[in-house]
């Protein structure tokens, strides 16, 4: 009888675990969080780099029970592996009452920002940024949503130890189908 019961609680226990696994795919998005609704799904990615055209992926999806937004990027080579990845974790501050957002690059970089300006269509992030070396740098971001199947992306106004330097290339997203 001992046996049997133990049974029944572990298969309870599993049952409840893979629905609670599969309710928790893709959370509701938090209340503050909601300016981040056109952006999720998956992305293709295409941009111009030293006149290079190159390609990537995009991942936008609610995560830790909806109180974070992950931004996962990939750049792809010509047979299509990733080559280089950044992951974004966009999160609601309490304490200073305002988005944010941390960032990891494959390379061992890393940031963060807070939101300084949104508009309908348009999103500005401002912070700074550590390369693999631990040096410090700073700038903004922008996301610009063109419509609801498209958006750019670009790092602006950075400085690299405090000398300016050119803006990034515009990354292009566009709804993978």
């Known amino acids: 009888m001992k046996n049997i019961l133990s049974l029944v609680i572990l298969a309870f226990g599993v049952a409840v675990t893979n629905l609670s696994l599969k309710a ?10 909601k300016v981040f609704k056109p952006y999720l799904g998956n992305w293709s990615m295409h941009w111009t780099e030293n ?32 080559v280089f990845s950044h992951a974004f974790i ?8 305002s988005l944010a957002e941390v960032d990891f690059l494959s390379d061992g970089s890393h940031g963060s920002n807070v939101l300084v300006s949104q508009t309908e269509n348009k999103l500005v992030w ?11 740098s700073w700038g903004s971001t922008e996301l610009v949503k063109t419509d609801e199947n498209s958006w750019t992306g670009q790092f602006v106004r ?16 566009t709804r993978a189908r």
């Open 24 to 33: 928790a795919d893709q959370p509701p998005l938090n209340e503050n969080l």
């Open 51 to 82: 006149g290079q055209p190159m390609t990537g992926k995009a991942t936008v999806k609610t995560d830790a029970g909806g109180n974070t937004v992950t931004l996962r990027v990939e750049a792809l080579d010509k047979e299509g592996k990733p």
């Open 90 to 97: 966009y999160y609601w501050q309490a304490e200073t009452r």
């Open 126 to 136: 401002q912070g700074q940024r550590f390369g693999p070396d631990g040096k410090p």
């Open 158 to 173: 950075i400085s690299f130890q405090g000398a300016p330097v050119p803006d990034s290339p515009k990354f292009n997203f």
